[in-house]
């Protein structure tokens, strides 16, 4: 398999979790770069469904390395939290997983700010999970980040916790919001460090030697490309960089080590959280919402659904250098007959083929549809090209030339077999 990137080429959610479980079977090594458990993979395994947040899904085949990059924002509370689920479902865990000493923490204090923040910015809140991940980021950019390394040396950690309570106290007393306890912080994040301690190292090194040796490590995306701090809908977008290059920066392995990147996108659209969506459509979010699908992994919330827009895939191919695509989701449009597809972006008289950067400028963008025949058929059972319905098939070609990335996955379904390769 080599050196991959995964990323989502969409507004997260594009169904990542499967397909990196999919694609860990040929990795020895899985490594998430960004993010913290804002993210919430879902991967179904028999009947048992398991949805980690911080854990690379890769945890759940037997003998393959795990690892928690640099660019992760760790909260270490809930990590403990994930660990033990995994360990009651007898997921071996010791000696797969591998945690970076320089990743940063996610404090209570960063969650309460989160709410705050939110709370103030009133119609125009963006919508966040409500996990502290931007305000950890901004701590992190602000060198004011307290990281593992700190957190497994209890005298250091007390010293820089004291300080750094201190301050966010101030601050949310100032949004009226009551203070963070240092002693019970104190002792969580202590009593988790102390669990987490056998499983933290220098992973750059580690991935280091491991590419040395002719490893291949799978490098897996949370959230997506919509959602990157730089390349997004700004601000509606999280805190880390979803895009590939994210995926250098969070581990520490160069980029001249990368082989290649898989963008993975649903047969539609869909977004959590606030922010323009310009295929947005009612009528697919209830048909979808009535089947049971789209909501939200980590936070519940029902997802706003909308068209296939190959306007944004394509500047996803654009920003990732996407080189295969992994289409999700595709049973979701069987009972359709008329599937549209984004093909540009209208304001008056002006058209856009590109996703214009002022969210405001997005926000009043109307799509130009191209129309598709519906299959109106299962496409659940298929398992091979050729199973599939013609018109799904053209609908496939479609959407991948229009992003301009080749095909090799198309999924019918959430468990590992129902996977089509190409
Ligand atoms: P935050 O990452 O919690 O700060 O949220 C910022 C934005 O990213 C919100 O619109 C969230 O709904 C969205 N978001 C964060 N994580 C995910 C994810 O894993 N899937 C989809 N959307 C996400």
Redesign the pocket.
């Known amino acids: 398999m080599a050196n991959t990137i995964l990323v ?1 080429a969409q ?3 594009e169904g990542k979790g499967k397909i990196i479980d999919v694609l860990t079977e040929s990795a020895d090594i899985v490594v998430r770069t960004q ?2 458990n ?4 879902t991967v179904f395994i028999g009947k048992t469904k398991y949805v980690l947040h911080l854990i690379p899904s890769g945890i759940l085949r037997p003998g393959k390395k795990c690892v928690i990059g640099n660019g992760v924002v760790i909260d270490p509370v809930s990590l403990v939290g994930e660990i033990d689920g995994l360990l009651k479902a007898r997921v071996k865990v010791n000696g797969n997983l591998f945690i970076s000493e320089t990743a940063h923490l996610v404090l209570p204090y960063h969650r309460e700010l ?1 709410e705050q923040r939110e709370i103030l910015k009133g119609k125009n809140k ?9 305000p950890a980021y901004g701590d992190k950019a602000a060198r004011t980040g307290l990281r593992v390394i700190d957190l497994i040396n209890p005298a250091r950690f007390e010293q820089l916790l004291k300080i750094r309570i201190k301050e966010n106290n101030e601050v949310l007393k100032a949004f009226g919001a009551k203070p963070i306890s240092f002693s019970k912080v104190h002792a969580a994040y202590r009593a988790a460090g102390d669990r987490l301690r056998p499983f933290v190292t220098n992973t750059v090194v580690m991935l280091d030697q491991a590419a040395r040796r002719g490893a291949d490590i799978l490098f897996e995306g ?3 490309t919509f ?1 990157d701090i730089d390349h997004g809908t700004y601000p ?5 960089n979803t895009t590939a290059g994210g995926a250098c920066t969070g581990s520490g392995v160069a980029p001249n080590r990368m082989d290649s990147v898989v963008g993975v996108m649903k047969a539609y659209t ?6 323009p969506l310009p295929t947005e459509n009612a009528e697919i979010a209830d048909m979808l919402h009535a089947m049971g699908r789209e909501f ?4 519940g ?1 029902a ?1 706003r659904c909308g068209w296939f827009d190959s306007v944004a895939t394509r500047h996803a191919a654009m920003v990732n250098g996407i080189d295969e695509l992994a289409v999700t989701n595709l049973d979701g449009l069987d009972t359709l007959e008329t599937i549209k597809v984004c093909v540009g972006y209208r304001i008056g008289t002006t058209r856009y083929d590109y996703v214009p950067n002022d969210v405001e400028t997005l926000a009043k963008c109307e799509p130009i549809y191209a129309e598709f025949p519906g299959w109106l058929q299962s496409t659940h059972k298929a398992r091979k090209w050729k199973d599939l319905p013609a018109k799904a098939r053209s609908y496939l070609k479609a959407i991948a030339e229009l992003t301009g990335a080749k095909l090799t996955i198309a999924s019918v379904g959430p468990a590992r077999e129902e996977t089509i390769f190409l």
């Open positions: 989502g507004w997260g959610d993010g913290g804002n993210a919430g993979h989160d963006i919508g966040t999970t409500k996990r502290g991940i931007g949370a959230q997506g959602l509606f977008v999280t805190s880390s869909t977004r959590v959280g606030e922010g939200g992994a980590t936070t919330r997802r």
